[in-house]
T-cell receptor, first 111, second 114 residues
Framework: GESVGLHLPTLSVQEGDNSIINCAYSNSASDYFIWYKQESGKGPQFIIDIRSNMDKRQGQRVTVLLNKTVKHLSLQIAATQPGDSAVYFCAENGDTDKLIFGTGTRLQVFP | KAGVTQTPRYLIKTRGQQVTLSCSPISGHRSVSWYQQTPGQGLQFLFEYFSETQRNKGNFPGRFSGRQFSNSRSEMNVSTLELGDSALYLC?????????????FGSGTRLTVV
């Protein structure tokens, strides 16, 4: 796509399977985290967020898990569909009062 | 309600020229942030505006500037364009400033410098 990196890590999953996308965040001071989905030709779209006083939050077909001990965030997508194919970014608020984005993971869903 | 609107969607400029990009936030959103997205650097923060004031700035040269109007619409300007400025420029709006609220992004302006 026109707006994503050429050398992103890629996760390939079969339609109907569950997907898990991982993210290691950098700043132990971060207390707010967001997952974004970016489809080709579009801007990032908000999926789900979580604050540091929680370790799990669920949305529709998505779950975000936060492990503050190892500074790790994951996004789980249940029953992955072709429309889920996109690049997924995690973002953290750090201590600079601006969102800092990870490098992204490309999710490819095949039939 | 309407989302974040960025214009133009595509732009081709020549090295040395200058360019102005526009962003209209979601109605009621008072904060506007700008990001540059490139394959090599990913999403890099440019600046944030709130109440017509630049509240936060990323590590970009002074050729990159912006402003916000009283209706919260924002523009960013890049002067003396370089080839490396080719990127997708994304605008995001939020109700309040800072990074503790979800940002809503526009579709971006694809700038190509030749």
């Amino acid at each position: 796509g026109e707006s994503v990196g050429l050398h992103l890590p890629t996760l390939s999953v079969q339609e109907g399977d569950n997907s898990i996308i991982n993210c290691a965040y950098s700043n132990s001071a971060s207390d707010y985290f967001i997952w974004y989905k970016q489809e080709s030709g579009k801007g990032p779209q908000f999926i789900i967020d979580i604050r540091s006083n929680m370790d799990k939050r669920q949305g529709q077909r998505v779950t975000v898990l936060l492990n503050k001990t190892v500074k790790h965030l994951s996004l789980q997508i249940a029953a992955t569909q072709p429309g889920d194919s996109a690049v997924y970014f995690c973002a953290e608020n750090g201590d600079t009062d601006k969102l800092i984005f990870g490098t992204g993971t490309r999710l490819q869903v095949f039939p | 309600k309407a989302g974040v609107t960025q214009t133009p969607r595509y732009l081709i400029k020549t090295r040395g020229q200058q360019v102005t990009l526009s962003c209209s936030p979601i109605s009621g959103h008072r904060s506007v942030s700008w990001y540059q997205q490139t394959p090599g650097q990913g999403l890099q923060f440019l600046f944030e505006y709130f109440s017509e004031t630049q509240r936060n700035k990323g590590n970009f040269p002074g050729r990159f500037s912006g402003r916000q109007f009283s209706n919260s619409r924002s523009e960013m300007n890049v002067s003396t364009l370089e080839l490396g400025d080719s990127a997708l420029y994304l605008c995001a709006s939020s109700l309040e400033p800072g990074a503790d609220y979800g940002y809503t992004f526009g579709s971006g302006t694809r700038l190509t410098v030749v």
